[in-house]
């Protein structure tokens, strides 16, 4: 019982997207201050850098989905030109951290309605780091459905939103709660 490893819903290190040139487009490093053991690895954009430069010269021909690097589990999926990573503890749950990565993986081609292509993701940034922070918070893996995820995320459509509002609209509903108005004290 004194051996038991301490158990957390800090799931994840990392979110990384790498494009096939290993160059970072999109990275966020988790290091909550509530983390049970909490780590000094990855901290600087040095590290960072090299742990990223490393990670993608192992896994920039597609095969395998998962790694260990560097003591860290590495969850990979390729698409088009990038490599979405999730990065993990060694002693993390890989078939948790699968499903999650193909969940944020569906809910962002749901949301582009593409394949996930660099252009795509710089063009919508706002929405897959929405659609991310959906998925995980502060490490935490909150979500694995993608259809809830995407619903959550998408933007209203514009010509439902808006509300024209000028001089006319608003002197009639003046007139009309002038008239109700007066009705009511006559009716006293």
């Not at 019982?1 to 819903?9: P, V």
């Not at 499903?99 to 993701?121: Q, W, Y």
Request: glycine share 4%; net charge negative.
């Amino acid at each position: 019982m004194a051996n038991m490893m301490n158990l957390s819903l800090y799931a994840l290190d990392a979110f990384i997207i790498l494009d096939t040139d290993g160059n970072r487009v999109l990275a966020k490093y988790y290091h909550p201050k509530a983390h049970p053991n909490p780590s000094n690895a990855l901290r600087t954009f040095k590290d960072q850098r090299a742990f990223e430069k490393g990670l993608w010269a192992k896994t920039k021909t597609p095969s395998k989905d998962i790694i260990l690097y560097d003591s860290h589990l590495a969850i990979y999926r390729h698409s088009l030109d990038v490599i979405l990573y999730f990065i993990a503890g060694t002693a993390e749950n890989e078939l948790l951290l699968g499903v999650a990565l193909d969940c944020f993986h569906d809910a962002m081609t749901m949301l582009l309605r593409n394949p996930l292509e660099k252009s795509g993701i710089m063009e919508n940034l706002d929405l897959i780091l929405l659609c991310l922070d959906e998925t995980i918070d502060d490490g935490i893996i909150v979500d694995t459905d993608s259809a809830a995820i995407a619903s959550r995320v998408t933007r209203p459509r514009p010509d439902t939103t808006e509300i024209f509002i000028n001089e006319q609209s608003l002197m009639s509903a003046y007139q009309t709660v002038k008239q109700k108005m007066q009705k009511s004290i006559g009716q006293l």
